[in-house]
């Protein structure tokens, strides 16, 4: 009776993780046919204008204001998403900035069970000379992962986590910093949101080196390698506001940085926060990814009692992983 017991619970499981795989399966077999049936009328347009809900006060311009590109140089793309928005470039082949904004509410509404759907695809809304492909992405020396801006961790959906994998939506990220550093930002950042009151809006953004010449560019469609990576957290209940602030490549996870500090490193100063430096050129704010003075460099954050819990946790799950294994071995034989 036992054993029926166990093979009945055993099979109710796996019925259910079959479901919701299938459940979610009709979103990742249009990821890889037919990408553009991801995106609605209002998405496939060039255009913030089916997603300034995304933005702080409704209002894109107070967040991509600062990046003009009059000479066409950078060839910038607005792209929507369902939960969020991306400033792409078609000269780089990544995204530039993606804005998000989550709540409690919204997290805790996130399906459960929620599956990555690991289905990378070239956003079909950008140009052939302006695509990425995951391709570019091999055989790359040092490694890099295909980097989320916008995180699958954050995603609602089914439909919005496929949507996360767009290639619009990646950058070429140090496999090390993207796993550990980096996760653990994405990560940290989720636990807030879940805790705190109000609107969170997360802007994520990448900065390159001050000479194109010594940019790193991958594969045959030669996708530019960003220096550095910023995360800006701004919560409008709590008027609070911090940035996270890393090199691209092997890292502890930086303290954060207030924005105003931000501000005097980068030179970027988006306009639904107060600041009184001046704003520069787009080329500036975009190439000012070799200082040395990045905050990564001020040592790991995770605190002492951050790690004991990550290797209990850990020790933790082996422990009931063996004791399962070999529960399932003793029933049979």
């Known amino acids: ?34 990408p553009i049936a991801l995106y609605n009328s209002a998405q496939k347009k060039n255009s913030f204008e ?4 995304l933005f702080p006060n409704n209002n894109s ?60 695809y070239t956003d079909p809304r950008t140009p052939t000379n302006g695509q990425a492909k995951a391709s570019d992405y091999k055989n790359a020396n040092p490694g890099v992962d295909k980097g989320h801006l916008a995180p699958a961790g954050n995603a609602l959906t089914e439909k919005g986590m496929a949507q996360t994998f767009a290639m619009s ?51 045959k469609n030669q996708v530019w390698k960003p220096t550095r990576l910023f995360k800006l957290v701004y919560n409008t209940d ?19 940085i207030s924005y105003p500090e931000f ?14 430096e001046p704003v520069p050129a787009t080329n500036e704010i975009l190439t000012n990814g070799s200082s040395n003075d990045t905050a990564s460099n001020n040592g790991g954050h995770e605190s002492a009692q951050d790690k004991f819990f990550t290797l209990i946790l850990h020790q933790v799950s082996e422990f009931l992983k063996n004791m399962l294994q070999a529960f399932i071995s003793k029933i049979l034989n």
């Open 263 to 276: 501000v005097k490193k980068t030179k970027l100063q988006f306009n639904f926060l107060d600041s009184n």
């Open 61 to 120: 311009n107070d967040v991509v204001g600062l990046y003009t590109d009059h000479n066409g140089l950078w060839r910038f793309r607005k792209l929507c998403s369902d939960n969020f928005a991306v400033l792409y470039s078609d000269r780089t082949k990544t995204p530039i900035l993606v804005v998000e904004k989550l709540n409690a509410a919204s997290l805790n509404k996130r399906k459960k069970g929620l599956e990555r759907t690991d289905i990378f």
């Open 169 to 219: 939506n990646m950058i070429p990220q140090d496999s090390n910093n993207n796993r550990q550093a980096w996760n653990k930002i994405e990560t940290d950042v989720r636990k807030y949101i879940t805790r705190s009151k109000g609107d969170t809006y997360i802007l994520t953004g990448v900065l390159f080196d001050k000479n194109e010449k010594s940019t790193v560019k991958l594969g």
């Open 1 to 34: 009776m036992k054993i029926q017991n166990f093979l009945l619970a055993s099979s109710l499981i796996f019925s259910f993780s079959a479901f919701a795989k299938d459940n979610s399966s009709e979103y990742a077999v249009l990821a890889k046919k037919q």
């Open 238 to 256: 709590e008027n609070r506001s911090w940035v996270y602030l890393v090199d691209n490549a092997p890292t502890t996870v930086p303290k954060p």
């Open 50 to 53: 089916g997603c300034e809900r």
